[in-house]
Structure formats: structure tokens, C-alpha cells
């Protein structure tokens, strides 16, 4: 039979306090952990919701019923794909950066940290113009189908994202305009922030490495 410490969750608790005393805030690391616990989680969700599409992907291809599964006509604009998957994949590498700037106590990180929301808010400014030039629909054909769907919601996936990434940039811009008391709760704002961040920068580089298959099975296979 398991000790009581064992079947306690990881990471320090709320220390026990008598009755009628006030309850002390909960320790940082225990949110750090939810947070990235939480994170995980969701990239491996989103892992089995996007191979719902390469699974569609190839079995349609492999079908190719009466040679339909690509018509000729029926081709995205590759220029624009390139840009998009570049904006995705530098604003991954910049807020890598922001995250380690920040864990190294840096102030400078929120610069990387708001560059890498503007390239990744670029990326979906991009495909939405894909959409307005491309001849096709998703009721085009088999691949077309595919394409529509896929990019839609992977750009879903990306302006959620970057609205979390905002949130970070927002809370620490705030703590720098208007910094907390000292007898407050909260003395070190980037301490707190940190654990946020981590979780975004994590979810943000699965995202960016799931965008990176999507231009090349949708554009080059």
C-alpha cells in the first residue's frame, strides 16, 4: 500500500495552515507543473486531430476515384505557401528565443516574444489571402477538400496560439507598466510569468513542426 507522500501529486503542496488562518498562496511550482503536464496534453491531442487529415490525405490519393483526386487545374499558389510556412517556422525560432531570454531573467525577451506574434499573425494574414486567389473550393475534388479543410482549421490552431502568446506579452507589459506592490502577493512577475511561457513556447514549436508537414505534404507530395 502506497505512503500518503506517495499518493500526493508531484511538486510542493499548499503547506497545512490551522483552522482560521488565512490559507498562503500556492507555490509556483505547482502551477509550473499543471502548466506543462497541460501543455503535453494538448500537443498530443492535437497530434491525433491532424492525422485525421494525412490519413484522409493518402487514402484518397491512393483511391484517385476516376482520376479525380487532382485535377490539373486545381493547384494552391506556391509563393504564398513558402511565405506562410516561413512566417511559421521564424516565429517558432523567436519565441524559442523569448523563452530562453526569460528563463536567464532577461528583460529583452519580450522583444523576440512580440516578434514571433507578429511573424506568426503574418502567417495566417497569409493563407487568408490564399484563400482569395486560389481557383478552387473544397467541393473541387478530393484533395481540394482536404486542402480547404486542413489549412481552416490548422489556422484555427494558429490564431488560438497566438492569442496565448499574447496574453504573455500583455501580462508582461502590464507588470512593467504598472508593477505590483511590494506588499503584495506577487513580487517577481517573471517568475510567474515563466511557467506560461514555457508551456506557450512548447505547444508553439509542436504547432510550427505540424505546419511545416502540412506545406509539405498539401504542396509538395
Not at 508531484?10 to 502548466?35: F, K, S, T, Y
Not at 476516376?66 to 512566417?87: D, F, Q, T, Y
Not at 536567464?104 to 497569409?126: E, H, K, Y
Request: aromatic share 10%; with cysteine.
Amino acid at each position: 500500500m502506497a505512503s500518503p507522500s506517495e499518493r500526493l501529486p508531484l511538486g510542493r503542496m499548499v503547506p497545512a495552515v490551522p483552522a482560521g488562518v488565512e490559507i498562503p498562496p500556492e507555490p509556483p511550482d505547482v502551477g509550473a507543473r499543471a502548466l506543462s503536464v497541460a501543455s503535453r496534453l494538448l500537443a498530443g491531442a492535437t497530434t491525433f486531430f491532424f492525422l485525421a487529415f494525412v490519413f484522409a490525405y493518402f487514402y484518397l490519393r491512393s483511391l484517385n476515384q476516376e482520376h479525380l483526386w487532382r485535377p490539373k487545374h486545381i493547384n494552391p499558389n506556391s509563393a504564398l505557401g513558402v511565405a506562410m510556412v516561413v512566417c511559421i517556422a521564424l516565429s517558432a525560432v523567436l519565441t524559442i528565443i523569448a523563452g530562453r531570454q526569460l528563463r536567464r531573467r532577461s528583460r529583452g525577451w519580450i522583444g523576440p516574444a512580440i516578434g514571433g506574434l507578429v511573424l506568426g499573425l503574418a502567417a495566417v494574414g497569409l493563407q487568408c489571402v490564399e484563400y482569395t486567389v486560389q481557383h478552387f473550393g473544397p467541393a473541387d475534388g478530393a484533395y481540394a477538400s482536404v486542402f480547404c479543410a486542413w489549412t481552416a482549421l490548422y489556422l484555427i490552431a494558429v490564431m488560438c496560439t497566438m492569442y496565448w502568446l499574447e496574453t504573455q506579452v500583455a501580462t508582461e507589459l502590464r507588470a512593467r507598466r504598472e508593477p505590483a506592490p511590494q506588499e503584495g502577493d506577487i513580487k517577481d512577475a517573471d517568475r510567474l510569468i515563466a511557467p506560461a511561457m514555457d508551456a506557450t513556447v512548447f505547444y508553439w514549436s509542436f504547432l510550427a513542426a505540424i505546419g511545416v508537414l502540412t506545406y509539405v505534404v498539401l504542396y509538395l507530395l
